[in-house]
């Protein structure tokens, strides 16, 4: 399990999830920035993620959905606030309509991504997700969040032992 650690820190208001990969930092942004790939793993398993729309460059938007064991099918959208490739990016994340619009059903996040070189051919991903206010932290935990990012980063080896870089 490539997850060593994910703490919610109510006061500081994020959720940070750190894992290490047997992989470069190139090969680990790959699973970002390559829509086919980021499909493959973001998401919990019972809830495969659809990217109909991936635009990897600051200002870029992002659409996706999330299709449930039941077939529900919740969606979502993201902006690319920053990107330093290959070690870090930033992007606002928030829950959308099926035509990936923003919807008011939670208030977006910010999260943080950054990818640090351990030597040897091996990276740690720390993933920080920026909560707006007390309330947004709850209702997302409440939703399962954390369980959620924890089961979608297990995925991660996986995906980077099946597919080479490109």
């Given at each position: ?7 919610k ?52 938007r ?31 994340d ?36 920026y ?36």
């Amino acid at each position: 399990m490539p997850v060593i650690d994910i703490k919610k820190d109510p006061e500081a208001l994020t959720l940070t999830l750190v894992a290490e990969f047997d992989a470069s930092v190139e090969r680990v942004w790959q699973i970002w920035e390559d829509p086919r790939q980021l499909e493959r793993w973001w998401g919990p398993p019972t809830y495969p993620a659809t990217f109909e729309r991936h635009e990897f460059v600051v200002g870029g938007r992002s659409h996706y959905y999330m299709t449930g064991p039941d077939g529900d099918q919740p969606h979502g959208w993201w902006t690319i606030e920053a990107i330093e490739e290959p070690n870090r990016f930033e992007f606002i994340d928030g829950f959308a309509d099926e035509n990936g619009e923003p919807t008011d059903l939670a208030k977006p996040t910010r999260g943080v991504v950054t990818l640090e070189d351990l030597g040897g051919g091996r990276t740690r991903m720390t993933t920080v997700s920026y909560f707006p206010d007390t309330e947004t932290l709850q209702q997302l935990s409440e939703m399962g969040m954390e369980d959620g990012m924890r089961e979608a980063a297990g995925q991660i080896d996986d995906l980077l032992a099946s597919q080479p870089a490109r």
